[in-house]
């Protein structure tokens, strides 16, 4: 048997390690290192040339917008001073409301700024055109002249005055400085006369709505005249509506090119 010591020598023997001959260097090649992280790619803009030329014209448009000077009307400014009346509006409608309050009465007056502006449209267009017949018949015997007044477009004004126990509806237009009646309807329900709803307007139409003003007795039509200036239903008016509807449609013609152009942006 052999001892530790024995035991050992001979492990040490058996595991004794054999000097090799030393192998020749190789040359590795070097290798560069990349990192595994995702490379983000710009997004492509799905806008096209169209696209992009169309938002730089009504970028240009609002530029030269803003930079118009409107200066406050002094007829807008006096007439809300002296009538009483409160503008009642909202972004981006064309329904503008005027409200005037006098104990348990309440007056309304309706209008829209597309009246307003398709007024001024027309009269231009109608100018232009005439212009052009004018011209041509100078030149043939007969022509009659035609007043600048003929080409006036009509604006739209409904007034409601509304009292506990019912309503007046006015239906009239203006003509330049002057406030023109149609029709004047009396109405037991007042709810029924200022019924911004299409409801409302059917409802409206199926009522008798009386004589056309004009052919009234003059003295009904006088009598209803003065009835309705005590209330400031006058020419003050009329030059009141064509003076702020044509300065409000060209702050909604901005907010409106504003909007297109967000639109045509968008992708």
């Known amino acids: 048997m052999l001892s530790r010591v024995s035991r050992t020598a001979v492990r040490s023997v058996r595991f004794a390690r054999v000097a090799a001959p030393m192998a020749p260097r190789v040359a590795i090649p070097a290798f560069r290192s990349f990192s595994a992280a995702p490379i983000a790619l710009e997004k492509k803009s799905s806008l096209t040339a169209a696209d992009a030329d169309l938002a730089a014209l009504l970028?240009?448009?609002?530029?030269?917008?803003?930079?118009?000077?409107?200066p406050e009307s002094p007829v807008v400014a006096k007439f809300l001073n002296d009538s009483g009346f409160e503008v009642k509006v909202s972004e981006g409608s064309d329904l503008v409301e005027l409200v005037r309050k006098d104990g348990s009465e309440i007056t309304h007056v309706y209008f829209s700024l597309f009246d307003v502006t398709n007024a001024e449209s027309f009269m231009n267009e109608e100018e232009d055109q005439f212009d052009e017949e004018r011209n041509a018949g100078e030149e043939e015997e007969g022509f009659d002249s035609v007043e600048e007044d003929e080409f006036e477009s009509p604006i739209r004004v409904k007034v409601v005055i509304e009292k506990p126990t019912g309503a007046l509806s006015v239906e009239a237009t203006v003509?330049?400085?002057?406030?023109?009646?149609q029709y004047v309807v009396p109405m037991a329900d007042a709810s029924m006369a200022i019924q911004n709803?299409?409801?409302?307007?059917?409802?409206?139409r199926q009522l008798y709505q009386g004589p056309l003003f004009s052919t009234l007795d003059p003295s009904v039509q006088s009598g209803i005249e003065?009835?309705?200036?005590?209330?400031?239903?006058?020419?003050?008016?009329?030059?009141?509506?064509?003076?702020?509807?044509?300065?409000?449609?060209?702050?909604?013609?901005?907010?409106w090119l504003g909007q297109l152009q967000n639109v045509v942006e968008s992708e």
């Not at 240009?60 to 409107?70: A, L, V, W």
């Not at 003076?243 to 907010?255: F, P």
């Open 175 to 181: 003509h330049d400085d002057l406030f023109l009646i």
């Open 59 to 70: 970028k240009n448009e609002i530029k030269i917008e803003k930079e118009i000077e409107t």
């Open 226 to 255: 003065r009835y309705l200036e005590a209330r400031n239903i006058n020419s003050e008016l009329a030059s009141f509506i064509v003076e702020y509807a044509t300065a409000r449609e060209n702050d909604e013609y901005i907010r």
């Open 197 to 204: 709803t299409a409801q409302g307007e059917h409802d409206r």
